[in-house]
């Protein structure tokens, strides 16, 4: 039994005119510590999943587990969810946003407060507590967000592509320093992307997806060599062109053969 | 590549040049007013007006004084402006409370739909001699007078903002385990305080036309009854005396929503 354990999930969505199957028949087992890459084109359900694992619905069958216990129903734990954008609050300064979930688990003493304020520091922000979103700039943001959602001490991290709306530099920056954080704290991470070198730079293994229904495909376990590097050296190793093209490859053969 | 002297005189010179518009601004805006009420008297007096129906500053002025001097101005007065802000706090209230139970239930919301409809397109001042029968020839009606007339436009616009906030921001608290009741206070309410702030806005406005004809129908006391009461026995220095008093004070009351607004959002 893994740390978290995703059990043969089905789930259709239904319109008035339509039924669309998302996922089928997805089971994977996760370790506590691993960083795990869903990767697949737009359409692939991966999203989804994602949605499913942080308990925001129920899917029509299957069930998940962590630590043995079921997600869905269990409100005694949290889990850190990082979007597209950072949707810190507009109206909220930045230390009322990285206190948001802890307020609201009831949670926010001296002690946690303290800690939340070093995690600003963790992610090179410190000095702009008192400070508005707008005032930031994008990569900050999602920064001040990626702390927002440590603060709660997470026992998983979802990262639902939080880089897609960065600059380049930026992105390969945030990149390192959330492979950094993670690594640091210990954290299970999963991430979802459409970008094949943020697959093989970040993470310990690549689960990619088939899109209409969403279906695993192939699964590709990083080498130890280039999991042991920071993600931006890791896209300057010598395998990672190779996997790079095993996997352009394979996602080139689902387009011509879709559904297989 | 420019000094710091060159640069901070350039930059003294653009301060200049917005100052000297703001004085453009308010000297034009003050021609108005002079200009304004300077002509209407100076038509008044040599009758280019008929002064039995224009009136004058001069006589308006006078007729003021007046009333100031016999407290009868300050008694009215303070009955409208009270039944006013009664009016509009009970209407912007009950509005953006009817609003967040339609975002509690949606079934609720649903069902009620055609019904706001009906509401919202029908005159509300046409329900004043029923609220008057109901509630009695007094300052109830007059309020609910007040009231009745933003409540319904409230609660729509103020349930679509509801639901436009971005759901994603309703995602991160959820993620939190948040309840319904904290994703209210914590992103909804908040993301919302423009729109309901600019529906204040058009709620004073609106609170003062519900209580000038409350108190037209009513006849008793306060700003509107002045105005029925001067039409009545042909008395304009009145009609536009109260006329210009409640210009003012709904002048005021609109600054005060603005002061408000400075207050409570605080990001922009």
Redesign the interface.
């Known amino acids: 039994m893994g740390f978290l354990t995703i059990n043969n999930i089905h789930h259709t969505f239904f319109t008035e005119k339509t039924s669309t199957t998302a996922l089928e028949n997805i089971s994977l087992d996760i370790e506590e510590g691993e960083f795990i890459s869903f990767l697949g084109p737009s359409g692939c359900g991966k999203t989804t999943l994602l949605s499913i694992i ?3 619905f129920y899917p029509t069958s299957g069930n998940i587990l962590l630590e043995n216990k079921p997600i869905h129903g269990d ?1 005694g734990f ?4 990082m ?1 597209q ?1 950072d ?1 810190l ?3 909220k300064t930045i230390e009322e946003n990285i206190m ?2 802890l307020k ?2 009831q949670k926010d003493d001296a002690v946690s407060r303290t800690q939340a304020l070093k995690l600003l520091g963790d992610v090179g922000l410190s000095g702009v507590e008192k400070q ?3 005032q930031l700039s994008g990569g900050m943001r999602q920064r001040a967000a990626l702390a927002r959602t440590l603060a ?1 001490d997470p026992k998983i991290l ?1 990262l639902d592509e939080p880089f897609s709306a960065l600059d380049y530099q930026t992105k390969l920056k945030l990149e390192d320093l959330v492979s950094d954080t993670l690594k640091a704290f210990g954290k299970t991470a999963v991430l979802v992307t459409h970008d094949i070198g943020e697959s093989i730079a970040m993470s310990d293994r690549v689960y990619l997806f088939t899109a209409k229904p969403g279906r695993i495909h192939k699964t590709f376990t990083i080498p130890a060599e280039l999991r042991s590097l920071s993600p931006f050296e890791a896209r300057n190793h010598p395998l990672y062109p190779e996997l790079f093209q095993t996997i352009w490859k394979e996602l080139e053969s689902l387009e011509i053969h879709p559904g297989n | 590549m420019k000094s710091t002297r060159e640069i901070n005189s350039l930059h003294d010179q653009y301060k200049a040049s917005l100052r000297k518009e703001k004085r453009w601004v308010h000297f034009f805006q003050l021609l108005i007013f002079i200009t304004f009420f300077t002509l209407w008297e100076a038509f008044s007096r040599m009758e280019w007006i008929d002064p039995l129906i224009f009136s004058s500053p001069y006589k308006v002025w006078s007729l003021f004084l007046e009333k100031v001097m016999d407290g009868t101005l300050l008694s009215h007065l303070s009955i409208t402006v009270f039944e006013t802000l009664l009016g509009f706090l009970i209407g912007t209230l009950l509005g953006t409370g009817l609003a967040a139970i339609l975002w509690w239930s949606s079934l609720l919301s649903k069902i009620l739909d055609p019904y706001l409809v009906i509401l919202n397109a029908m005159p509300k001042v046409a329900l004043g001699p029923i609220l008057i029968v109901a509630l009695g020839p007094n300052m109830t009606s007059i309020v609910a007078m007040g009231a009745i007339i933003s409540i319904i436009i409230t609660t729509i616009v103020v349930y679509t903002s509801f639901r436009e906030v971005d759901p994603n921001y309703l995602k991160v608290l959820q993620t939190f385990g948040a309840s319904r009741l904290q994703m209210f206070k914590e992103a909804i309410l908040p993301a919302s305080f423009p729109t309901i702030i600019s529906t204040l806005k058009v709620n004073v406005g609106l609170s003062w036309v519900g209580v000038i004809v409350g108190e037209f129908l009513v006849s008793e006391k306060g700003l509107g009854y002045m105005i029925i009461y001067g039409f009545q026995v042909f008395n304009f220095n009145l009609v536009l005396l109260s006329l210009l008093i409640i210009a003012v004070f709904a002048t005021i009351m609109y600054q005060l929503v603005e002061l408000l607004e400075r207050k409570l959002i605080k990001n922009n």
């Open positions: 942080a308990g925001l409100t949290s889990i850190g969810y979007l954008q949707y609050f507009p109206w948001l979930g609201l688990l508005f979103p707008r709660v979802l």
